[in-house]
């Protein structure tokens, strides 16, 4: 079946690094997703990584994969007041390249809160 | 450029009440739809997706029905609104292609149901 989990809260001092995990259980996902929804907000990608992947940074962003173990998780250095949000991890099953249909699962989100 | 819009922002209906909530999407064509809920203290579920004109796929058994009456129009209905029902609805929209395949949602409705 699909499902994708994460913890629910984390709470980091400003300026250290949040490392925000997740699982999923589906082998044929071909790609994983990091969303950042502010409150009150839709979401909005923050990256993604192919399945053929096992690292991608984007500045403050890293993201790793660990396929055989199906888990994923995003680092976010230099934690700031303004990475306050929920963070989504999310699968797509389907093929990559051009597809008529995929679905997008997505995990129930953690709550990153920063403290000074 | 695309835009996904989304209406209304929020809305407060009466249980057994009927329901419809919009969205399009402008400056694209054929994209896959999606219809989420994220319940208070839950995460996003997935209701609803369509790949094309007509076509809807339904993931959990519920009280509420998609339609997709134009390539760029998807709507969310219910005919007798149940109090679970409250949450916040979100649309969004993908193109299926190389190398772009994130998700680009709307700014949500936030429903309440009393």
């Known amino acids: 079946g699909e499902d994708v989990e994460q913890s629910l809260f984390l709470s980091v001092r400003e300026g250290d690094s949040s490392v925000i995990n997740c699982t999923y259980t589906d082998s044929s996902s071909t790609y994983l997703y990091w969303y950042k929804q502010e409150p009150g907000a839709g979401l909005q990608l923050l990256t993604y990584?192919?399945?053929?992947?096992d690292m991608k940074q984007d500045q403050r962003l890293t993201v790793l994969l660990n396929k055989k173990d199906k888990h994923l998780s995003l680092r976010i250095a230099d934690t700031q007041t303004g990475d306050s949000a929920i963070y989504f991890c999310?699968?797509?099953?389907?093929?990559?390249?051009?597809?008529?249909?995929?679905?997008?699962?997505f995990g129930s989100g953690t709550r990153l809160s920063i403290r000074p | 450029s695309q835009t996904i819009h989304q209406w209304p922002a929020t809305l407060v209906q009466p249980v057994g009440s009927p329901l419809s909530l919009e969205c399009t999407v402008e400056?694209?064509?054929?994209?896959?739809l999606y219809w989420y809920r994220q319940a208070a203290g839950r995460g996003l579920q997935l209701l609803f997706y369509s790949v094309g004109i007509g076509q809807i796929s339904s993931e959990v058994p519920q009280n509420l029905s998609a339609s997709r009456p134009q390539d760029r129009q998807f709507i969310l209905s219910s005919k007798k609104l149940l109090l679970s029902d409250s949450g916040f609805y979100l649309c969004?929209?993908?193109?299926?292609?190389?190398?772009?395949?994130?998700?680009?949602f709307g700014q949500g409705t936030r429903l309440t149901v009393v």
């Open positions: 999310a699968e797509s099953m389907g093929q990559r390249g051009y597809s008529s249909a995929s679905k997008i699962i």
């Open positions: 969004a929209w993908r193109m299926i292609r190389a190398g772009s395949t994130e998700a680009f």
């Open positions: 400056g694209t064509s054929n994209p896959n």
């Open positions: 990584i192919f399945s053929n992947m």
